[in-house]
């Protein structure tokens, strides 16, 4: 094992000059910091995302290309000697102007990715400017040269002993040399096409990285320090949590703590790397140590909140005391490539929830032809604007009582899709959109305050 750390800057953490200086600053005070992976600026692949989608109001799409200009204008004009990087800069942005004048004709999941994957190809080229200009001797890396991908678009699945391969190959000796900046969330197919991992990608591809240089320590510096007991913009009083292990962190990853992608720790796991969560505004804050054994494993742990759910709930008297259903219904799902995360079952129904979307945004859908073959079996119905609330924490499988405690405080809400011991980890329900983050503030006033 090297004793490099690899460290991840999110998109917040880039937002403008003074927030990536701070970011070099956090290179600078580490000396074993050989990588640093970047997210896009802040807001740049949501505007992105909305050009991939297709605009087809000219006007609003030159406002859209005016706004990327002028986030990434704002960064170039402090920087001390801008030329060849503004070039870069813009030969990417006329890249945009194209592929978004292409999807407003017709959008497809290949050109969205095309078409996100700039920003971070923007920000590395600016980051790696300013560090260079604070005296660090760094070079910007294209990671599609190493981030191999399968051909799923929005959703590239990583090929992880090519990515090993192709990082000893060309991305470690590099290392050695200088402190290499390259970008998150991107990476190619075998034809070299650009793929994404998916929103939030970032922190997924530091850890892939990261477990393909053999790296000692893996860092995501964010905007907030450290896991917190629940989202803090939720709950005002959550609290930081020092040290936390990496299945509770997966958990709470998985149930959309949106602090960490959910498959992030996935790479971390593999490879016993110990990762740290803090903050690039606050770095003297300190933050969150993720790590295979830790001192406590307390009842509960933390509140997640997913949202834009989808739920079919299937329903059919055929399903009562006969075999084979399930297995129907699964047999078109599959078919139709239909994930599903969530399922509960009663005599004659089934609820499901599908599995989170890609880097198209949205909340996910049924598919017209899965519903129809569906339908030939049974009813079928489709409800959105729901929220996956969930309680993570150790061994409640074997713990009596908090169920009580938990749905008393919930007893005024109408709580759907109830999963509940399946799990010693975790429990989970869907409620409405608009009532999600009362019940996570109840929750946690409840649970955590006391
Ligand atoms: P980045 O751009 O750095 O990847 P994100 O916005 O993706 O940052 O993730 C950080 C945000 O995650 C925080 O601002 C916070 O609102 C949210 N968040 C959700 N759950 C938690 C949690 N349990 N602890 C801390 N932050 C959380
Ligand atoms: N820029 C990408 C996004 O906004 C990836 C990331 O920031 O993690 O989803
Ligand atoms: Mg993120």
Not at 86 to 115: F, G, M, P, R
Not at 141 to 168: C, S
Request: proline share 4%; hydrophobic share 40%.
């Amino acid at each position: 094992m090297s004793n490099f750390n690899v460290a991840k800057f999110g998109g917040t953490s880039v937002a403008n000059f003074e927030a990536m200086s701070r970011c070099a600053a956090i290179i600078e005070s580490n000396p074993n910091t050989k990588l640093v992976v970047s997210s896009a600026c802040s807001g740049v692949t949501n505007l992105l995302v909305e050009l991939a989608n297709g605009v087809q109001d000219q006007e609003h799409r030159s406002e859209i290309l005016k706004q990327l200009a002028e986030i990434h204008d704002s960064i170039l004009n402090q920087l001390n000697d801008p030329t060849q990087t503004a070039s870069d800069v813009y030969s990417i942005l006329d890249t945009v102007t194209s592929l978004a004048e292409a999807a407003s004709i017709q959008a497809s999941n290949k050109l969205t990715d095309h078409l996100v994957a700039c920003g971070e190809l923007m920000s590395t080229f600016i980051l790696t400017q300013l560090m260079k200009e604070r005296g660090i001797n760094a070079v910007r890396f294209d990671i599609r040269d190493v981030l191999r991908t399968d051909n799923n678009f929005g959703k590239g699945e990583p090929e992880v002993e090519t990515i090993a391969q192709l990082a000893q190959q060309s991305l470690v000796p590099l290392c050695h040399d200088y402190v290499v900046v390259t970008q998150g969330f991107i990476g190619s197919d075998e034809e070299g096409n650009t793929t994404t991992l998916g929103r939030g990608g970032s922190d997924y591809s530091a850890a892939l990285i990261a477990e393909a240089v053999k790296a000692a320590g893996l860092e995501i510096w964010t905007d907030v320090p450290g896991i917190y007991t629940t989202d803090p913009r939720i709950a005002a009083k959550a609290s930081p949590i020092p040290e936390i292990s990496f299945s509770e962190a997966s958990e709470m990853a998985n149930f959309g703590a949106k602090i960490l992608h959910p498959s992030t720790l996935v790479p971390a796991l593999r490879h016993d790397i110990p990762v740290f969560v803090g903050s690039s505004k606050e770095p003297e804050k300190g933050g969150t140590w993720i790590r295979h054994k830790v001192e406590s494993s307390p009842l509960f742990r933390a509140l997640a909140l997913r949202c834009n759910q989808t739920m079919v709930t299937l329903r059919s008297a055929k399903m009562f005391h006969a075999y084979g259903f399930l297995a129907k219904v699964f047999e078109i799902l599959a078919k139709h490539k239909v994930s599903v995360d969530l399922i509960t079952t009663s005599e004659i129904s089934v609820s499901l929830t599908l599995d989170q979307t890609d880097t198209s945004g949205g909340a996910p859908q049924l598919p017209e032809a899965a519903r129809l073959e569906l339908e030939e079996l049974c009813t079928v119905e489709v409800e959105h604007n729901l929220c996956l609330v969930a309680l993570i924490g150790n061994n409640m499988s074997e713990s009596k009582g908090y169920a009580k405690q938990v749905f008393g405080t919930l007893e005024d809400f109408n709580l759907r899709m109830i999963c509940y011991g399946a799990s010693p980890h975790n429990l989970c329900f869907l409620v409405h959109e608009s009532v999600s983050k009362l019940a996570i503030q109840k929750l946690h006033t409840e649970l955590f305050e006391g």
